[in-house]
């Protein structure tokens, strides 16, 4: 009977890590198709929290890449939305109303409150005092950290300007997709870091 338990639970162990062993050298090309809803949700979770909101894609898109709001923490959006009429160098002023519902839709929808992987790790180590809340996003740990590697001669590339410039590198950026196996950039192809 010990011989019978015994092998029995040694061949469930062996099953465990063969399946172990293909999910972890499974092609991971980024595509859904045939995947269980897990590995799908967790392919998913390298996003950031976009959820589309017209009046921001009006407002604020108009003017430059509606960032997705998953890309900053709530006290920072809190932050920028209280002082608009100095939108880094611009008046960016809205009306009372309209600042208000956008700074709820980006408060709601910022890495403070986002339940994606990478959002929430814009949030971390965004402990700051008031004086010291970030702004930019480039100015967080986490993207710095993504971007450590990047050499000052991609961003002089013509489309390219600086690390704020997401869409240029990310083509999916606006809606929250930031895989590095889709880093595309123009004038270079595709990046491997």
């Not at 959002?119 to 967080?140: C, H």
């Amino acid at each position: 009977m010990k011989t019978f338990i015994f092998s029995t639970a040694a061949l469930a162990l062996v099953g465990t890590l063969l399946v172990g062993v293909q999910t972890v050298f499974s092609d991971d090309d980024g595509r859904y198709e045939g995947r269980g809803y897990w590995e799908r949700d967790m392919m998913r979770s390298t996003g950031v929290t976009s959820k589309p909101n017209p009046l921001y894609q009006e407002e604020c898109g108009s003017c430059h890449m509606a960032y997705p709001p998953g890309l900053l923490p709530s006290a920072s959006w809190r932050k920028m939305m209280g002082n608009l009429e100095d939108h880094f160098g611009d008046n960016a002023q809205l009306d009372d109303d309209v600042s208000q519902q956008l700074t709820e839709f980006l408060v709601a929808n910022s890495a403070s409150n986002s339940n994606d992987r990478r959002s929430r790790a814009f949030e971390y180590g965004s402990d700051y005092p008031d004086t010291m809340i970030p702004l930019r996003i480039t100015d967080l740990p986490y993207f710095r950290h993504e971007h450590n590697e990047i050499p000052q001669w991609v961003l002089k590339r013509a489309g390219i300007g600086s690390l704020s410039e997401c869409s240029a590198c990310h083509q999916n950026a606006e809606k929250g997709w930031f895989n590095e196996h889709d880093i595309y950039i123009k004038g270079i192809g595709r990046w491997d870091d």
